[in-house]
């Protein structure tokens, strides 16, 4: 009895030391509110037009876009593209949320190979990994849609629905440095249930080099950039 008693108490402190805060509180781990998160689009352009509603999902996307020399044009056209989507929208009420985009291409930049994109998140205070952007044989069997992927990884792993692929609706040219960071884009739903619209925005490189010579080898340029799903 008395044993029990001790053990209980020791418990008690046990668990009283554990829930002492000690420094800092760990990055959330799950999915906030998205009403505070709102896309600055630029004025005077109608391809980008911001639903209404509130995002279904807020993400930031590190990863690459990959690019081959055309031997006739000498210049890199896409070929496609990879990132890692991690969850954010517990950042949408701190003032992380406006340039979590650069912190995160600031990190990505700099880790050397052996770091891989899914590694970052952790990193910027957005541990939660919540799928994968890739490109995928588009539903009519010709050409890619790019496909944002959460059926493998996250709160929905294993939910065979819980995709989107896109069909590019709008596009401009990014506000800022559009020689180095990629277009900010508007799609549509081309399949999947997870949304019903996508945009990129707020992007963060990923232009490959203005020119290329004959025979220069495929190319991976690193980028970050938001995705609002409503
Ligand atoms: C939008 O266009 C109007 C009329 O051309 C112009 O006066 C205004 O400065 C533009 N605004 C921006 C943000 O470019
Ligand atoms: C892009 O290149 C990376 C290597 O940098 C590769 O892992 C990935 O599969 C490529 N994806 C596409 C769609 O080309
Ligand atoms: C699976 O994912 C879809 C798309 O996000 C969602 O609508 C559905 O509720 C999910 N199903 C389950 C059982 O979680």
């Known amino acids: 009895m008395f044993t029990l008693q001790l053990l209980s108490a020791l418990t008690s402190a046990a668990l009283l030391v554990a829930a002492t ?17 709102k896309m600055d689009l630029p004025a005077n352009q109608t391809q980008l037009v911001s639903p209404t509603t509130d995002p279904l999902f807020v993400l930031l996307g590190v990863g690459v876009q990959n690019y081959t020399c055309s031997a006739s044009t000498l210049t890199y056209t896409s070929t496609g593209a990879v990132a890692s989507l991690f969850d954010i929208s517990c950042l949408d009420t701190t003032p992380a949320f406006a340039v ?5 291409f600031d990190v990505w930049k700099a880790v050397p190979a052996s ?17 994968f952007q890739y490109f995928v044989t588009s539903p009519s069997g010709t050409g890619l849609s790019p496909k944002w992927d959460f059926t493998s990884t996250g709160k929905f792993a294993g939910n065979s629905s819980a995709f989107v ?18 277009d900010w884009l508007a ?7 997870l949304a019903s619209k996508v945009f990129r925005i707020d992007t963060v490189n990923g232009q490959p080099p203005a020119s290329c010579v004959a025979g220069s080898a495929d190319i991976s340029v690193k980028y970050t950039a938001k995705y609002f799903l409503y």
């Open 165 to 182: 692929l896109g069909a590019k609706v709008g596009d401009i040219t990014a506000p800022a440095n559009p020689a180095v960071n990629i």
């Open 187 to 193: 799609l549509n739903n081309a399949g999947g249930s």
């Open 21 to 37: 805060p000690a420094g800092p509180a760990p990055p959330r781990q799950d999915t906030c509110s998205t009403a505070a998160a």
């Open 115 to 131: 770091v891989t994109a899914n590694d970052i998140g952790a990193k910027i205070g957005a541990p939660l990994l919540l799928g």
């Open 100 to 104: 979590i985009q650069t912190l995160g």
